[in-house]
């Protein structure tokens, strides 16, 4: 009977897994191959970069650059850390295990990412631009896959009975990190977008 229960709750992950995964990697190649075919995409994005920083009042913008330091690498490393730590010497060697290679491999994965599409920074941020390529963005997808393998892991080891809440403060976090980074200037929308993407991915 367990065995049957098992083999079910896989095929629901494995339904679920495709059912989420196929479309936001096809959502993350439309935005590459469109950055990939030239200059009217990023035309078009730098446009609407400048409309999202034209429409954000001038008291907010000093927030939004305190807030995108939640996605710094090394903050995000030390979270992922600290949290596979605690799993350790709660005994939980698999999560601990998993949570330690999907980051690990989050951040390998985003740094070939860079590199293969070389898409270059916007015009007119508000701090200096960082010596990276822009897509996809580093803060968003390294947010999106440290807060929601740390929201996963919680949730399913120890917060079962706050689990709305703790995913729903989770996704409003990636959410504000990834919009900070568009507000200070140093990634189109495009970048961000492609970045929970293929971070949920």
């Not at 939004?64 to 490393?77: A, C, E, K, N, S």
């Not at 822009?134 to 390294?142: D, Y």
């Not at 929201?151 to 919009?179: C, K, P, Q």
């Amino acid at each position: 009977m367990h065995a049957i229960d098992a083999r079910e709750r896989r095929e629901q992950i494995a339904l679920v897994a495709a059912a989420t995964g196929v479309p936001v990697v096809a959502i993350f190649v439309a935005i590459a191959r469109r950055i990939a075919q030239g200059k009217a995409f990023a035309a078009a994005d730098q446009r609407l970069l400048d409309a999202i920083r034209e429409g954000v009042p001038a008291f907010a913008s000093p927030l939004f650059m305190r807030l995108t330091h939640l996605g710094d690498p090394w903050l995000l490393t030390l979270i992922c850390a600290l949290v596979a730590a605690a799993l350790l010497i709660a005994r939980r060697v698999g999560p601990a295990l998993f949570l330690a290679a999907a980051a690990g491999a989050g951040g390998f994965v985003n740094r070939v990412l860079k590199l293969s599409m070389a898409r270059e920074r916007p015009t007119g941020a508000l701090v200096p631009i960082p010596e990276s390529f822009s897509f996809p963005s580093g803060h968003s997808f390294g947010s999106m896959v440290c807060y929601g393998l740390c929201t996963y892991v919680l949730v399913h080891i120890a917060l079962r009975r706050a689990d709305a809440a703790v995913v729903a403060l989770a996704s409003f976090m990636v959410l504000l990190i990834g919009a900070s980074r568009v507000v200070i200037g140093v990634h189109f929308p495009g970048d961000v977008i492609g970045s929970f993407a293929s971070g949920g991915a």
